[in-house]
């Protein structure tokens, strides 16, 4: 399978615990956007990486996240401190072929957060 | 605040009718425009785009309109088959490279 990769698929942990997502690019993308997503919503941007530059973070995106991509290829995105209102798909894409903003998109199938 | 939506939250058609699916946008700096299909417990899957210097644009089976005098975005499945329901999200962009989602349109089609 050459797609976008995420794990875990699923996590619950408890509320005040951290919690650490991966997301694999497909091959050779040098993009790779992170988002949210909650019940009935679209998503929602939260960052996005050139190569390894974190080049934009949403205002979404508190002091308890963070994200890396320290060899321009596979990235984390980690949630400290986890609140309830945390619970949400967390998304990843990686486009970039051209290396440009309007490079397709490619979704994976995400990591479901539920934070008790 | 600015943002892109959708018209009708619901859509139900008959298997083998043609499906619309609409969507506004508020920016007209936006300058690219991607639907994506999200089956439950999946990512968006792209399904076609457009970029705004374009007013049309067709796949298989999905034609995409763009109405820039009045900032509307459509798609159009033909021959609707079961597979295609899901939930269909329109997205734009403004040159940052994030994509702005609106709230999408759940398509059912009934057999």
């Known amino acids: 399978d050459t797609g976008v990769s995420q794990n875990p698929r699923h996590k619950i942990t408890k509320r005040g615990q951290n919690v650490t997502f991966r997301c694999d690019p497909i091959s050779e993308h040098n993009r790779l956007y992170w988002y949210r997503q909650t019940l009935g919503q679209g998503p929602e941007f939260l960052t996005y990486?050139?190569?390894?530059?974190?080049?934009?973070k949403s205002r979404l995106l508190s002091d308890r996240f963070s994200a890396e991509r320290p060899k321009g290829s596979f990235s984390t995105l980690e949630i400290q401190r986890t609140e309830q209102g945390d619970s949400a798909m967390y998304l990843c894409?990686?486009?970039?072929?051209?290396?440009?903003?309007?490079?397709?998109?490619?979704f994976g199938p995400g990591t479901r957060l539920t934070v008790l | 605040g600015e943002s892109v939506g959708l018209h009708l939250p619901t859509l139900s058609v008959q298997e083998g009718d043609n499906s619309i699916i609409n969507c506004a946008y508020s920016n007209s700096a936006s300058d690219y425009f991607i639907w994506y299909k999200q089956e439950s417990g999946k990512g968006p899957q792209f399904i076609i785009d457009?970029?705004?210097?374009?007013d049309k644009r067709q796949g298989q089976r999905v034609t995409v309109l763009l109405n820039k005098t009045v900032k509307h975005l459509s798609l159009q499945i033909a021959a609707t088959q079961p597979g295609d329901s899901a939930v269909y999200f329109c997205?734009?962009?403004?040159?940052?490279?994030?994509?702005?989602f609106g709230k999408g349109t759940k398509l059912s089609v009934k057999p």
């Open positions: 457009i970029r705004s210097n374009m």
């Open positions: 990486f050139q190569n390894e530059a974190q080049l934009e």
């Open positions: 894409a990686s486009s970039g072929t051209s290396g440009g903003p309007t490079d397709t998109q490619y």
């Open positions: 997205a734009e962009t403004r040159g940052q490279g994030n994509l702005i």
